[in-house]
C-alpha cells in the first residue's frame, strides 16, 4: 500500500493531479480543496495517500493532512458509501464540518452534497455518531439540531464546530425567529468573547 507521496507536481485537473515521483507520475484524486490549494506545476508536494483496490482498478486518492486521510477512511467504513462519494464528501465540507453535522445529527447538512441523500445522511450519522462525535468537546443539544442552517453558516465562516454550537445554544428559544437574525446574534455573541 502507498501511504504518502512526496515529488513534483506534473499537472492538475478538475479532479486529480499528476505527483511525479522518481521519475513515475501517479495520478491521485484530491478533494477541491486539496488540489485548490496543491500549488502549480513543478512545486513539490507531499500528499497522504489511501490506495483504493478493486477487481479491475488501482487508485490512489491524496490528501493533504493525516487528519483529511483518516476521516476519508473513517467514511469508506460506512456500507454503501464509497471513494468518490467520501472524496465529494470532503470536496462540499471542511472535516470540522463534517464531524460536527455528525455530532449533531444534521441530516440537512450532509443532505446537500451530490449524491447524499437523506437515507444516505441518516445511515452515515448512526454508523458514526459514536466514532467522530465523541471527538466534539461540546454535546450537542435538541437547540443544535434545529439551528443546523445555523451551524453551518457559521462554520462556513471560518468558526470551529465547538464555537458554532457553543453560540447557537446561547440563541434565545424564539421559534419565530429567522435563519438571518439567528446568524447575526450568533455572530454577536462570537464578537463579544
Known amino acids: 500500500m502507498i501511504a504518502s507521496l ?8 478538475s479532479d486529480a493531479a499528476i505527483i511525479e515521483v522518481g521519475g513515475v507520475g501517479f495520478k491521485v484524486y ?6 485548490a490549494n496543491i500549488g502549480k506545476p513543478g512545486d513539490t508536494v507531499k500528499v ?3 490506495t483504493h483496490v478493486r477487481e479491475d482498478n488501482i487508485t490512489l ?3 493533504p493532512t493525516a487528519e483529511e486521510l ?4 473513517v467514511l469508506l467504513g460506512v456500507s ?7 472524496l465529494a464528501m470532503l470536496s462540499a465540507l471542511t ?3 463534517i464531524r460536527m453535522a455528525i455530532a449533531t445529527g444534521s441530516t ?8 447524499i441523500g437523506k437515507k444516505v445522511a441518516s445511515r452515515i450519522i448512526l454508523e458514526l455518531k459514536e466514532k467522530i462525535g465523541a471527538g466534539m468537546a461540546v454535546t450537542p443539544t435538541e437547540e443544535t439540531k434545529e439551528n443546523a442552517d445555523v451551524l453551518a453558516a457559521l462554520t462556513s465562516l471560518g468558526y470551529s464546530p465547538m464555537e458554532a454550537v457553543k453560540a447557537v445554544a446561547n440563541l434565545p428559544d424564539d421559534a419565530k425567529m429567522k435563519l438571518e437574525e439567528k446568524v447575526k446574534l450568533a455572530l454577536q455573541y462570537l464578537g463579544s468573547r
Open 30 to 35: 484530491m478533494p477541491t480543496s486539496a488540489l
Open 80 to 86: 454503501g458509501l464509497g471513494p468518490k462519494l467520501s
Open 61 to 63: 486518492y491524496g490528501f
Open 70 to 73: 483518516w476521516l476519508f477512511e
Open 108 to 115: 440537512e447538512m450532509l443532505d446537500m452534497i451530490p449524491g
Open 6 to 13: 512526496y515529488g513534483r507536481v506534473e499537472s492538475i485537473d
Open 95 to 97: 472535516p470540522d464540518q
Open 48 to 50: 497522504y495517500t489511501h
